[in-house]
């Protein structure tokens, strides 16, 4: 089911928050985390049915291997391991049959004289982050920062509808104590209203401006045109601040719709595009997936407590894995590497004390970026060359793109860089009749948008 | 008390005014945009439909007895359901999209030598199952069924829930399933009602909505009756007319065949030079087992009462077949053997293919990547 449908938003979500807040006013704890670990599960199964005993399987898989290493703590330290390997390369199997399968036997048929046969795989839906969040589990329970007896948190904590699909990708310690907080059992007018302007927000971002933005982007990565160089920038541009609405929308909406239980999820975005240098942009784009590569990958690979080269080839690793991540295709790799090589010179930079002007480092940073992002998107190596060529072939000129692209994409300037983020802006939100008014205005003027909706970008990630 | 204390304090009432400040902004919003949209009416399913619905009759019957054809009036389904109505005199039917729309039996001899003459081309666009259901309703209702039903079969014919426009006629999509005893479908049920309002608020309706309201020629109250109405200009088609240039406004000719407006060849060529290749059903499943089952049944029982039934596989230009979209060359080449199968099941006649190189397509056959050009329907091969 997609936040951005009638269903949603006129449906499944009062239905689900008016009878948890029922619940809860009746003193139902236990039903109303059923309720809402059912209705998770059903806003999951909304979109195949078919992946439901995939997740179930995976919940169960992982909470089994948790309540061992919960067991297995005061036996000697081989078991636990063990038992972590294990549960990691359960979840990692599961992942890799899914997503990486068929890259890897058409990657293997390209070299090998045999062919093996490509298998009919669908993606199950949000697949990377469900994983990716019990892994960070099992490995916070092997180090015994994270505990839990119970299936039915358990269940929540995975399958918590604001963040199933498309993250943020949540830690245990930060979510379970917000559902056992009695205070939380209680509505929360402020939480409400700071709800509601995030959804809003989060549907405007997505429906009004990632949506437009799409149009173009499309035009110039789908359609087989010969680019001029101001419709070669038009399309990057076009996709920079696509991807970021989309993304960014997704998650406000998340964020907002989670804090009408009085749960606030972390979060994922802090003015990406205001960035100084590659480091800094991954300190504010999906902060949630970098705090996970920090955690679970860089630093376990030895982080920058060893060599400097050693630390290099560290980020440089991680950055890949993180690529790949994106989806199975050398393009996301190289995509990843590019990012790991920016940001090691600019660390390098670091220790050699070197400071650019604001507006140079920003200008660099933003235009990596915005170039990096042609080689996520494009379908393949040929698309990345005629985008990336075209916007430096002054020979090319003249744009037969609408004009509106130009003034939207201006507008992305000014918004993503003149204007405070949602999150910000949320902490303001108080409740009043300017804000009910203003939020109301939002919404309805999003919903005018509901008819031309498509799907979120990271929900093939 | 400070300020902090009353915000967290619950207070029915004021939740209440909250939530009607905030319901009364959206409505700001979209209640002036539900009216334009329901007086303008571009699709002509709300206010148009009220006042128009009454003269469909007049029109389709105006039409038929006209000497080209008539400027496009109100909405298609509805004009091509009162066609379907008066069809007793035609032997042979075509059923499909807007790809087959601009055939035109009467324009185009090659069809008249190999099917029972005359034809009437009773196409809607974005046709779906739905619809095959929908029409077929009607003419086995009709005091003569026809000899033929040609139906041209598009890579989404066979999946249920593609389009909500079948919705307008409905009762007779319901009415088929009864006839053919079928109880149930994997097709969802759509609300007609919900539909309708959840377009009345639609931002793109909107846009349609407001062309009307700046055309100074369009009459929100339509006159009564279509005496005035535009008719083609019959010595406009006496010599060599060029059909794939459009005509000055969208006309219907009087066998049910479209004629697109200049202004329509125009954005259509415009689209395909972007390269752009969408239609609907393009992601998803290449069919429906179970609407593949219900459109068997459906052939089945037509061709018991003596209707005999032929596919048509319109191609796509050479555009799909590119290397540039495998994804929608694999999904038309699978659905295209689908169809085959159907139809040696079923003992029926396939003419043509999807694909732009087998049937030696050029990209300037078609006018994007999906609509062919009435010379090439005019040319299309009917005789294997």
Not at chain 1, 117 to 140: C, K, M, N
Not at chain 2, 70 to 75: D, G, H, I, P, R
Not at chain 2, 192 to 198: E, G, S
Not at chain 2, 273 to 302: C, P, R, S, T
Request: aromatic share 16%; glycine share 6%; proline share 4%.
């Amino acid at each position: 089911m997609l936040f951005n449908s009638y269903s949603f938003i006129l449906i499944f979500f009062p239905l689900t928050f008016l009878v948890y807040s029922i619940l809860n006013r009746s003193k139902l704890t236990i039903a109303s985390r059923v309720w809402l670990a059912c209705a998770s599960l059903f806003f999951y199964g909304w979109w195949n049915p078919a992946f439901l005993p995939l997740i179930l399987i995976s919940i169960a898989g992982n909470y089994a291997t948790a309540c061992s290493i919960q067991r297995y703590v005061k036996r000697p330290k081989l078991n636990k391991k063990m038992i972590l390997i294990i549960g990691l390369c359960f979840n990692l199997l599961l992942l890799g049959y899914f997503k990486y399968f068929n890259f890897f036997i058409s990657n293997l048929n390209n070299v090998l004289p045999i062919k093996f046969s490509v298998a009919e795989i669908i993606l199950p839906l949000g697949i990377s982050f469900f994983t990716f969040t019990q892994i960070a589990y099992l490995v916070d329970v092997y180090r015994g920062i994270a505990k839990e007896y119970s299936l039915l948190n358990y269940t929540l904590f995975v399958t918590f509808f604001p963040h199933l699909i498309a993250g943020p990708i949540i830690h245990h310690k930060e979510m379970m104590p917000q559902f056992d907080s009695i205070k939380n059992k209680l509505l929360n007018r402020k939480n409400i209203f700071a709800g509601s302007f995030l959804f809003s927000v989060g549907l405007f971002k997505k429906l009004i401006l990632a949506d437009t933005f799409r149009i173009w982007a499309n035009y110039g990565f789908n359609g087989n045109v010969h680019l001029t160089m101001i419709e070669a920038w038009v399309v990057s541009l076009s996709y920079t601040f696509q991807l970021y609405f989309d993304f960014s929308g997704y998650t406000d909406m998340a964020l907002g719709a989670s804090l009408f239980f009085n749960i606030k999820l972390p979060a994922n975005f802090n003015s990406p595009y205001r960035a100084l240098d590659v480091q800094d942009f991954w300190r504010r784009w999906h902060m949630t997936l970098s705090r996970f590569f920090r955690d679970y990958v860089y630093i376990p690979l030895g982080g920058n407590r060893r060599s400097m080269p050693r630390s290099y080839f560290n980020i440089l690793v991680t950055f890949i894995i993180g690529g790949i991540w994106h989806g199975a295709g050398w393009l996301f790799m190289l995509w990843g590497f590019l990012h790991g090589i920016a940001n090691m010179i600019s660390r390098w930079a670091k220790t050699l004390n070197i400071k650019l002007n604001m507006f140079v480092a920003w200008f660099l940073t933003f235009n990596f970026i915005n170039l990096t992002w042609v080689i996520f998107r494009s379908k393949d190596m040929g698309t990345a060359m005629n985008i990336l060529s075209s916007m430096f072939d002054l020979s090319k000129k003249g744009s037969s793109i609408s004009s509106l692209a130009f003034l939207f994409i201006l507008a992305g300037f000014v918004i993503t860089l003149g204007f405070k983020n949602s999150n910000e802006i949320t902490q303001k939100v108080t409740p009043s009749y300017r804000w009910a008014a203003l939020i109301g205005l939002l919404f309805g003027l999003s919903m005018l948008f509901m008819t031309r909706r498509s799907e979120f970008l990271y929900f093939q990630f | 008390m400070n300020k902090k204390n009353i915000a967290a304090r619950p207070d029915p009432w004021i939740d209440l005014k909250y939530s009607l400040t905030f319901c009364a902004c959206a409505l700001l919003i979209l209640l002036p945009v539900a009216l334009i949209n329901f007086i303008y009416d571009p699709g002509e399913i709300y206010f148009q439909r009220m006042v128009k619905d009454k003269y469909a009759d007049d029109y389709a019957k105006m039409l038929l007895s006209s000497d080209v054809g008539v400027k496009e009036s109100t909405n298609e389904r509805i004009v091509k359901a009162h066609m379907a109505q008066h069809a007793s005199p035609y032997k042979t039917v075509i059923f499909g999209s807007s790809r087959i729309m601009q055939l035109s039996p009467l324009h185009m001899p090659n069809f008249q030598n190999y099917f029972p003459a005359p034809a009437l081309n009773l196409g809607a666009s974005a046709w779906t199952i739905e619809d095959t259901l929908i029409f077929t309703h009607i003419l086995l209702h009709n005091d003569t069924i026809p000899q033929a039903i040609v139906i041209s079969v598009d890579p989404w014919t066979l999946r249920w829930n593609l389009s909500p426009s079948y919705l307008i006629l409905e009762d007779h999509f319901k009415g088929m399933l009864d006839e053919l005893g079928i109880k149930k479908t994997t097709q969802k049920p759509e609300h007609y009602l919900i539909k309708l309002l959840t377009n009345s608020i639609s931002y793109n309706y909107f846009v349609q909505s407001l062309k009307r309201l700046s055309d100074p020629s369009f009459n929100i109250i339509p006159k009564n009756d279509f005496k005035d109405w535009p008719q083609a200009n019959a010595a406009d088609f006496v010599n060599g007319f060029d059909f794939d240039q459009g005509y000055d406004y969208q006309l219907t000719l009087k066998d049910g065949a479209r004629l697109f407006s200049k202004e329509n060849v125009w954005e259509m060529i415009y689209d395909y030079n972007q390269g752009h290749v969408g239609y609907i059903g393009q992601q998803g499943a290449y069919w429906d087992d179970n609407a593949v089952d219900v459109f068997e049944k459906l052939i089945n029982y037509v061709q018991k009462k003596g209707i005999k039934v032929y596919f048509v596989l319109l191609p796509f230009s050479p555009l799909v077949y590119d290397g540039q979209h495998t994804a929608d060359q694999d999904r038309f080449l699978a659905v295209e053997q689908k169809i085959r199968e159907i139809a040696s099941r079923n003992n029926i006649k396939v003419f043509g293919t999807y694909d732009a190189q087998k049937s030696h397509m050029q990209a300037t056959n078609f006018f994007d990547f999906q609509h062919p050009r009435p010379s090439t329907l005019r040319n299309f091969d009917f005789s294997h």
